[in-house]
Nanobody
């Protein structure tokens, strides 16, 4: 079992930055691929970024490539999402996810989800 708790959301102006954190419980954190999804009001949930268990491989949605960076610290059981050059269309609830298989994290429904943290980007 993996429990995920996100933090770091908030209100920021367009062009600004935020860093989201996701603290995971469980001694097997380093075995899991991790990722972030987001869901904007009235829209479907969408993939944002993923990182392999070792941190060697990362993947991004085209809409955030070059602006967002996913990273992890296995010693701290934490995964991060650094968001730069934020746009109003980045406004959404952001969810941390975990799964043994990084392909699942990228393209389907991962096994574990956090409760989400809200990000609002004002124009």
């Amino acid at each position: 079992q993996v429990q995920l708790v996100e933090s770091g959301g908030g209100l920021v102006q367009a062009g600004g930055s935020l860093r989201l954190s996701c603290a995971a419980s469980g001694r097997t954190f380093s075995s899991y691929a991790m990722g972030w999804f987001r869901q904007a009001p009235g829209k479907e949930r969408e993939f944002v970024a993923a990182i392999s268990w070792s941190g060697d491989h990362t993947h991004y949605a085209d809409s955030v490539k070059g602006r967002f960076t996913i990273s992890r610290d296995n010693a701290k059981n934490t995964v991060y999402l650094q968001m730069n050059s934020l746009k109003p269309e980045d406004t959404a609830d952001y969810y941390c996810v975990a799964d043994i298989n990084i392909i699942v994290v990228r393209t389907t429904t991962p096994d574990y989800w956090g409760q989400g943290t809200q990000v609002t980007v004002s124009s």
